[in-house]
Antibody, heavy 120, light 106 residues
Framework: EVQLVESGGGLVQPGRSLRLSCAASGFTFDEYAMHWVRQAPGKGLEWVSG????????GYADSVKGRFTISRDNAKNSLYVQMNSLRAEDTALYFC?????????????WGQGTLVTVSS | DIQMTQSPSTLSASVGDRVTITCRAS??????LAWYQQKPGKAPQLLIYKASSLESGVPSRFSGSGSGTEFTLSISSLQSDDFATYYCQQYNSYFTFGPGTKVDIK
């Protein structure tokens, strides 16, 4: 059974940093691309960042480019996102998602999310 | 960047109704489109990929069609479990979600 478990969310002041983690199990982690998708309270879904199976291809939404850094550790079956210079508009539930392919397509499994609140 | 729109934003329907949701892309995305269902407090679940392919385990009352810039998600006979919000997503160039369509009880 595929499981994606996010952690690392919490309350953080504007301008500070936070690192989210996603522990994956139930599939061969190093064969698939992975992504972070977020959902602000009461709003829709926004793709944040994605990383290919071997970290050779990485992409970011314009809204986080230059502030967020995605990474993965295939030995630990884990996905990460380092979020710097956080803003109030980064407040959201952050989902870790598994891609159907190695380099990027649709998302066939989602974690339950970790909540990030940016507020003073 | 590819922009996605959905219509309607809210749809009121009854159990047994046929429901259709439209998704439009700002430029051609071929058939690189997925549909997701999200219930309150839950993560989205994949329903359809490549515009018309049904994900394993998804009831056959769900179907998708379209290519290029216009796509539809249909539910042939709405069930109580189907009241939720539906999102389309393009994966032709990076990834963009539509704003969602909420299906609620009439």
């Amino acid at each position: 059974e595929v499981q994606l478990v996010e952690s690392g969310g919490g309350l953080v002041q504007p301008g500070r940093s936070l690192r989210l983690s996603c522990a994956a199990s139930g599939f061969t982690f190093d064969e698939y691309a992975m992504h972070w998708v977020r959902q602000a309270p009461g709003k829709g879904l926004e793709w944040v960042s994605g990383i290919s199976w071997n970290s050779g291809s990485i992409g970011y939404a314009d809204s986080v480019k230059g502030r967020f850094t995605i990474s993965r550790d295939n030995a630990k079956n884990s996905l990460y996102v380092q979020m710097n210079s956080l803003r109030a508009e980064d407040t959201a539930l952050y989902f870790c998602t598994k891609d159907k392919d190695a380099s990027g397509s649709y998302f066939d499994y989602w974690g339950q999310g970790t909540l990030v609140t940016v507020s003073s | 960047d590819i922009q996605m729109t959905q219509s309607p934003s809210t749809l009121s329907a009854s159990v047994g109704d046929r429901v259709t949701i439209t998704c439009r892309a700002s430029q051609s995305i071929s058939s690189w489109l997925a549909w997701y269902q999200q219930k309150p407090g839950k993560a989205p679940q994949l329903l359809i990929y490549k515009a018309s392919s049904l994900e394993s385990g998804v009831p056959s009352r769900f179907s998708g069609s379209g290519s290029g810039t216009e796509f539809t998600l249909s539910i042939s006979s709405l069930q109580s479990d189907d009241f939720a919000t539906y999102y389309c997503q393009q994966y032709n160039s990076y990834f963009t979600f539509g704003p969602g369509t909420k299906v609620d009880i009439k």
